[in-house]
């Protein structure tokens, strides 16, 4: 069950929360102030009903998030989401990013495209807010039960065990760096670690494939989706029959006194004689 997040008031330099639903960053989450010689504690608002933070009914949509100056930039921000559930694990994940932040700055030597970055785990937060049609328009808004909604979170899971298990940091992997090697090494995942067959791996695939393409479309990310090229596994539809014997007892039950229907004070009988004809001859042509 998700906690509420904090924020100290001697906070880690960049880091703050981010409320999904009002889009506001609270910088501090509780303080004690002096009126009149008199204590007195304060809390941010929310920036969509006003009222205190600790009553806010969505702290399950809060996030620490980091929010980092890009150098040389006309005050652009680089930023990053982080999954931590504590203050403590936040800072631990934010001087990571920092660090990669300060490391690509260093080889690009051109600090354009760091603010134009989307992380793998960033924008499956963002699609599991999109899932639940948190800031999405009325007439895009979608209509999927919790358990596809579920089913779908879990695929997103497990295309990053996939990742993970061949040492790729899904909250370092940039989406538009997503290729080929990776969509191939989802596939040997799904078919040989998970031993999922052919419509189960279909379905993963597809979940993935629509993800990618919201994610272009949604933050104009340039790319193709690689998963465009996943070739689907052939499913043989198993077509339900009856022996001869049950169709020869079938047959036998049509006859006038069972096309009897009685609606209300009506009797009528649905009975056709070209009924047991029509069958007759349909299954004489299949054989």
């Given amino acids: 069950m998700a906690k509420r997040k904090h924020m100290p008031n001697n906070k880690h330099k960049g ?36 009222k205190n933070y600790s009553t806010c009914k969505n702290f399950e949509k809060h996030r620490y998030k980091s929010r980092l100056h890009v150098p040389g930039s006309d005050g652009r921000k680089a930023s990053k989401t982080h999954d931590a559930t504590n203050y403590a694990d936040a800072v631990i994940q934010a001087i990571d990013f920092e660090k990669e932040f300060k490391a690509e700055l260093q080889g690009l030597g051109q600090p ?12 499956q937060l963002r699609y599991i807010d999109f899932l639940d049609n948190i800031d999405v328009p009325e007439h895009q808004k979608n209509t999927l039960s919790d358990q596809r909604k579920n089913e779908i979170v879990n695929c997103l899971k497990i295309f990053n065990e996939a990742l993970t298990k061949h040492n790729i940091n899904k909250k370092l992997l940039i989406i538009n760096r997503i290729g080929d090697m990776h969509v191939g090494l989802f596939h040997d995942y799904l078919l040989i670690d998970k031993n999922y067959k052919g419509n189960t791996y ?16 949604r933050f104009n990310i340039n ?16 077509r339900d029959t009856i022996t001869k014997e049950e169709f020869k007892n079938l047959l036998k039950i049509i006859k ?5 229907e009685i609606q209300g004070k009506y009797k009528r009988n ?4 070209y009924l047991k004809d029509a069958l007759e001859t349909s299954f004489a042509y299949r054989r």
Avoid at 112 to 123: A, G, H, P, T
């Fill in 202 to 217: 279909n379905g993963k695939m597809s979940v993935l494939k629509t993800f990618v393409s919201w994610a272009i479309d």
């Fill in 15 to 50: 880091l703050f929360i981010y409320c999904h639903v009002c889009k506001k960053h609270f910088s501090w989450t509780r303080k004690t102030t002096l009126r009149n010689t008199k204590k007195v504690k304060e809390e941010p608002t929310c920036g969509e009903t006003g």
């Fill in 112 to 123: 354009i495209e760091i603010r134009n970055r989307q992380y793998l785990f960033d924008i």
């Fill in 256 to 260: 006038p006194e069972n096309g009897i």
């Fill in 270 to 273: 649905r009975y056709k004689l």
């Fill in 223 to 238: 790319m193709k989706n690689p998963f465009e090229k996943v070739r689907m596994i052939p499913v043989m539809t198993k």
